[in-house]
Nanobody, 126 residues
Framework: VQLQACGGGLVQAGGSLRLSCVVS????????VAWSRQAPGKEREIVAA????????YYVESLKGRFAISRDNYKNTVYLQMNSLKPEDTAVYYC????????????????????WGQGTLVTVSS
């Protein structure tokens, strides 16, 4: 299984970006998927996740209302829509998937995801 993230770039504060992650080589519709980010000098954190059936999602509290995760099971793609971006959103963003057998754990657990993409850099200027 391979995960290929794209859509990062340089944006001014207040702007928007949509990240995409194509998951190939497996059965995407059965995977719980997530976006995490790692800012310079900070630990990596799960920022948003969605389960395989779209019945459950997770957002880190500080991003609720600004970020939205979605998935298209026909395109094997998970998206992260990021609005009202702030300089503190600057980070490398990674997409991850929980490959079968599906792991027990909450959507916001790093350990749940055993496949990660290469990351895409988002830089928000003030």
């Amino acid at each position: 299984v391979q995960l290929q993230a794209c859509g990062g770039g340089l944006v001014q504060a207040g702007g928007s970006l949509r990240l995409s992650c194509v998951v190939s080589g497996g059965t995407f519709r059965t995977y719980d998927v997530a976006w995490s980010r790692q800012a310079p000098g900070k630990e990596r954190e799960i920022v948003a996740a969605i389960n395989w059936s779209r019945s459950s999602s997770y957002y880190v509290e500080s991003l609720k209302g600004r970020f939205a995760i979605s998935r298209d099971n026909y395109k094997n793609t998970v998206y992260l829509q990021m609005n009202s971006l702030k300089p503190e959103d600057t980070a490398v963003y990674y997409c991850g998937a929980d490959l079968p057998p599906r792991r027990v754990g909450t959507l916001n657990s790093q350990e749940k995801y055993d496949a990660w993409g290469q990351g895409t850099l988002v830089t928000v200027s003030s």
